[in-house]
């Protein structure tokens, strides 16, 4: 089955750093959507994208959908406390439902 | 506030024992996911189901069994589990639930509830 590769598995980093991951694939993708996880919460949709060579800022955050739809990255500028998390990459593509990457785990140290 | 709201938020249940979890969006979706989320496993989607009817079981054993009475409300049905079946159940909903997906299409979007920790002793 399709799956997606996401990098890093693990990050820790300093307060005001700037983050960069990202998810890639073998397969194209229709739709990239990124999601974060606080430690005994559900993901909470962060960032939506439905059109290759999209860029979509939330805040801190932008992601952007690959040209080529096999990829996706997921930049956090400034990052704060509260940052840290898991990240998930996850894409849509023809037949199959939501494939879900395996997670950026963040730590910011103050 | 999520728009999706899971409930129990924990619960720990014997091997023997029948359990439900609930779930119930509020965003006027059509269609209702289970997931589970293991330690150092991706996102697993269990069901799907669009407007009341079941278009996704991903090979689950038969002692989780999925209830949806109308598009708001999703139950999940346990019985005779085994520990490793603990895990984080998550409920999920979407505008709809296409198969063939179109670039732009952004209906299947899916919005999570915050889970509920099942732990099976």
């Known amino acids: 089955g399709q799956q997606l590769n996401q990098s890093p598995q693990s990050m820790f980093i300093q307060e005001g750093e700037d983050v960069s991951m990202n998810c890639t694939s073998s397969?194209?993708?229709?739709?990239w959507l990124w999601y974060k996880q606080e430690p005994g919460e559900g993901p909470v949709l962060l960032i939506a994208l439905y059109k290759a060579g999209e860029l979509t800022s939330n805040g801190r955050l932008t992601a952007q959908f690959g040209i080529t739809r096999k990829d996706s990255f997921l930049n956090i500028s400034a990052s704060i406390p509260s940052d840290v998390g898991i990240y998930f990459c996850a894409g849509l593509s023809g037949n199959t439902p939501l494939v879900f990457g395996k997670g950026t785990r963040l730590s910011v140290i103050a | 506030e999520t728009g999706v709201t899971q409930t129990p938020r924990h619960l720990v249940m014997g091997m023997t024992n029948k359990k439900s979890l609930k779930c119930e969006q509020h965003l006027g979706h059509n269609a209702m996911y289970w997931y589970k989320q293991s330690a150092k496993k991706p996102l697993e989607l269990m069901f799907v189901y669009n407007f009341k009817e079941q278009t996704e079981n991903n090979s689950v054993p038969s002692r989780f069994s999925p209830e949806c009475p109308n598009s708001s409300h999703l139950f999940l049905h346990l019985h005779t589990l085994q520990p490793e079946d603990s895990a984080l159940y998550l409920c999920a909903s979407s505008q709809e639930y296409k198969k063939t997906f179109n670039r732009g299409f952004s209906g299947n979007t899916i919005y999570f509830g915050e889970g509920s920790w099942l732990t099976v002793v």
């Open positions: 397969s194209i993708f229709n739709t």
